[in-house]
């Protein structure tokens, strides 16, 4: 079993920045994929970004530029950098893991509890 734990979510205005982090512990191996996802109202939960152990990323095209995703091995933590919040990325955003053979994390065999995050005026 793997557990994480959010923190960093809450309201900013458009325009603003915020981070995201995620700490795992448990069974945790040295290969895995880690993920954020997020889930706005009435919408599906989609893939924002992951990051291999070694290093290699993939972002959702709409946060291109803006977020950056980012891990500490070390630490078994993952973080997300978001810059230039948008009204459309207000959603409660999820950490995941995705255990090795997984390439891309699209089906995660853990979650976070989730946290909020708000861009409004």
């Known amino acids: 079993q793997v557990q994480l734990v959010e923190s960093g979510g809450g309201l900013v205005q458009p325009g603003g920045s915020l981070r995201l982090s995620c700490a795992a512990s448990g069974s945790i191996f040295s290969i895995n994929i880690r993920a954020w996802y997020r889930q706005a109202p009435g919408k599906q939960r989609e893939l924002v970004a992951y990051i291999s152990s070694g290093g290699r990323t993939n972002y959702k095209e709409s946060v291109k530029g803006r977020f950056t995703i980012s891990r500490d091995n070390a630490k078994n933590t993952i973080d997300l950098q978001m810059n230039s919040l948008k009204p459309e990325d207000t959603a409660v955003y999820y950490c995941?893991?995705?255990?090795?053979?997984?390439?891309?994390?699209?089906?995660?065999?853990?979650w976070g509890q989730g946290t909020q995050v708000t861009v409004s005026s």
């Open positions: 995941a893991y995705c255990k090795f053979p997984s390439s891309s994390c699209q089906s995660p065999d853990y």
